[in-house]
């Protein structure tokens, strides 16, 4: 019998989501043992919002290795946008409201300001104009 336990409190876990990992076994036998996959699914506390969104150039396709900030009262974030130009963060809705700011070498920034809601998705896209 192997017991393995996971836990969420852990500091690389920071947002909500699935986990997943792969448990390698050994043995004494001259036999292999395949991995076993784990996963932990992590649910955003009641009070978190997400924020999302697609970044794009304008009249054109995703933008990817865009920076989006998000400010705070309290403090602020910077992400980068994926390949396919999508960006995500949860928050606490305490933190409202949020200021977007997105820029990428070449395109003219651009800012919004936005709230997020308890349990909901808020979605805020960009088309950036090149410079």
């Not at 697609?54 to 980068?80: C, D």
């Not at 960006?87 to 395109?107: C, E, T």
Request: charged share 10%; no cysteine.
């Amino acid at each position: 019998m192997l017991t393995v336990t996971l836990d969420a409190s852990a500091p690389e876990i920071s947002q909500p989501g699935t986990y997943t990992a792969a448990l390698n076994l050994g043995t004494d036998t001259p036999y292999r043992l395949a991995p076993v996959g784990v996963s932990l699914t992590v649910k955003p506390p009641a009070t978190w919002g997400k924020i999302t969104g697609t970044v794009t150039v304008s009249g054109g396709g995703p933008l990817a290795g865009a920076t989006v900030q998000i400010s705070t009262w309290a403090t602020h974030y910077t992400l980068k946008t994926g390949t396919d130009g999508t960006y995500a963060l949860w928050l606490d809705v305490r933190n409202n409201p949020l200021q977007l700011i997105v820029a990428k070498d070449g395109y003219q920034p651009t800012v919004t300001t936005v709230k997020i809601t308890k349990g909901g998705t808020t979605t805020s896209n960009f088309a950036l104009l090149k410079d």
